[in-house]
Each structure stands twice: as structure tokens, then as C-alpha cells.
């Protein structure tokens, strides 16, 4: 019934630090089916973003097996891999990533210029489209540096969602914003995960982990655990329940 999103496999990464290999990932497997909200928690240094820029196809892994939509990533060449990566998986940073003096709108149309069967006009209107989604329907002409923090990881949002990418990937996304912010960016990931995109998210707070379905606990390179949340957090109401000052 369900398809399964991701697939790793005994997945492995060493690094060469000089003489020294560092084991950054050693033997890691498990499954993420469509629509599920999964957070990978874990201390410093245990994995999290080695794991995730290989689920982005940023990196490859050393071995085992990684299979996104039921493709092997292994056998793509370059190009079909840019176009995985283009067109399946929405990335989001820590750092949003914005180009500087570029406006929302422009910042949003990126990821479409590279596809030759979008028009410019359709860019336009597709990146219109998701910045209204995520409530930056009046800021379209800002630049980053006129924009707040929890709006610049919007447009990294808008972004990430602009070619209809079948999951989304976030490395601490709201790593840099202050509880009431990350809320509120984490409110609209529900609603997206609502609408059927899967999300894959890494952080380091456990409050932001009971907004999602589901825990993948890393430690050292290995999974310790992987649990389904029984009682989901919903983002918009613990929203309302903050407390109003300093706002
Ligand atoms: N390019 C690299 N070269 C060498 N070692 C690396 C490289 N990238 C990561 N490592 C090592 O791999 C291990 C895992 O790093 P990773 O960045 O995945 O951790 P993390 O869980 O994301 O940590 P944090 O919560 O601090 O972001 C660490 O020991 C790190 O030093
Ligand atoms: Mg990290």
C-alpha cells in the first residue's frame, strides 16, 4: 500500500582524516515510507548530517545500499543523479543557503532554471505559488538581509518545495531560531507532511521531535533506537500556547 521513500542498507561512511579514518557511519539500515514526518535526534559528531547528505545525494556513501523511489543510487550516472537531486528531494540548512542580494522570488525560481521544459512565465507562477504557501506572499521582492530569520528559512522552503519534490530534507532547520520561530516553521512542516511530502529531519531538540511521526535515535554512526511517536505534538497548537510576552 505504502511505497517506500528511502532505502538504506548497511550503509557505511569513512572519512580520511590524514592517517586516521573516522567511521562516520558504520552499517546503518531502515526504511522511510511516503508521508512519514521522521526526526533523526542524536548528541554531536553521532552521524546526523553525514546520513543526511547522502539520503540528499550530496555525498556517497563508502558502501551498502541506498535506493530512493525504488532507484539504486549507485547505478546513476552524474547527470541522472543532478536530476534526482534537482527534482525528488528538497534540501534544507541550518543556515538557509539564500543567495544574498537576490529577492525571495528570484531565490525561490533557481532550482526551476536548470529545467528546460518550465517557461519563464510558469517559474514565476510556481515560485508565487509556494511563497504564498509558506506566508511570504507579501515579502516576494525582499532580500534576505530584509528579512527575519524564520522568513529567510521560508524562502528556503518556498525553494525546497518549487519542483514538487517527493521528500524533504532538513539539517537543523530551526537550529538557528528561537522557540517561538522554529514553532511556527514547524507548524507549516506539518502541514506539508499533511499534504503527502515526505520529511526527514534532523535536530538536536527533543521538543521538535514530537512533532513527528516518527525518532531514528544515532549514536557513534550506529541507530540505537527507532520508535513511532505514539502522541504526535501539533506545532500550531503549541504555538498558541506560548506565552505572549517579549512578542
Ligand atoms: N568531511 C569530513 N571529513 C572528516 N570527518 C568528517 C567529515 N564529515 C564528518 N566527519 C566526521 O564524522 C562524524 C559525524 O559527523 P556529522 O557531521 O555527521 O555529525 P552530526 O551528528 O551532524 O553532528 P552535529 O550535531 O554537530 O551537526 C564526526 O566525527 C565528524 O568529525
Ligand atoms: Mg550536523
Not at 528579512?147 to 519534490?165: F, H, K, W
Not at 515526505?198 to 540505537?224: C, Q, Y
Request: aromatic share 6%.
Amino acid at each position: 500500500m505504502s511505497k517506500e521513500i528511502i532505502k538504506i542498507e548497511d550503509l557505511k561512511r569513512e572519512f580520511m582524516m590524514g592517517t586516521e579514518k573516522v567511521q562516520a557511519l558504520k552499517g546503518i539500515s531502515f526504511g522511510i515510507q511516503q508521508g512519514e514526518f521522521v526526526t533523526i535526534m542524536g548528541s554531536s559528531g553521532s552521524g546526523k548530517s553525514t546520513l543526511l547528505n547522502i539520503l540528499g545525494c550530496l555525498d556517497q556513501p563508502s558502501s551498502g545500499i541506498y535506493e530512493i523511489d525504488g532507484v539504486k543510487v549507485k547505478d546513476l550516472t552524474k547527470n541522472e543523479l543532478a536530476t534526482i537531486r534537482n527534482e525528488k528531494i528538497g534540501f534544507i540548512f541550518q543556515s538557509y543557503n539564500l543567495l544574498a542580494k537576490t529577492s525571495a522570488i528570484e531565490n525561490v525560481e533557481l532550482p526551476l532554471l536548470y529545467n528546460s521544459k518550465v517557461s519563464s512565465e510558469e517559474r514565476r507562477e510556481r515560485a508565487i505559488k509556494v511563497l504564498k504557501m509558506v506566508g511570504l506572499g507579501e515579502r516576494m521582492h525582499h532580500t534576505p538581509s530584509q528579512l527575519s530569520g524564520g522568513q529567510q528559512q521560508r524562502v528556503a522552503i518556498a525553494r525546497s518545495l518549487v519542483n514538487n519534490p517527493v521528500m524533504i530534507l532538513a539539517d537543523e532547520a530551526t537550529g538557528n531560531l528561537d522557540t517561538r520561530t522554529s514553532y511556527e516553521i514547524m507548524s507549516l512542516f506539518q502541514e506539508l507532511n499533511k499534504q503527502g511530502i515526505t520529511i526527514t529531519f534532523v535536530t538536536h531538540e527533543p521538543d521538535i521531535a514530537t512533532f513527528s511521526s516518527r525518532t531514528i535515535v544515532l549514536k557513534d554512526g550506529n541507530v540505537i533506537s527507532d520508535y513511532k511517536n505514539e502522541a504526535i505534538q501539533s506545532a500550531a497548537e503549541q504555538l498558541a500556547n506560548l506565552p505572549k510576552e517579549n512578542h
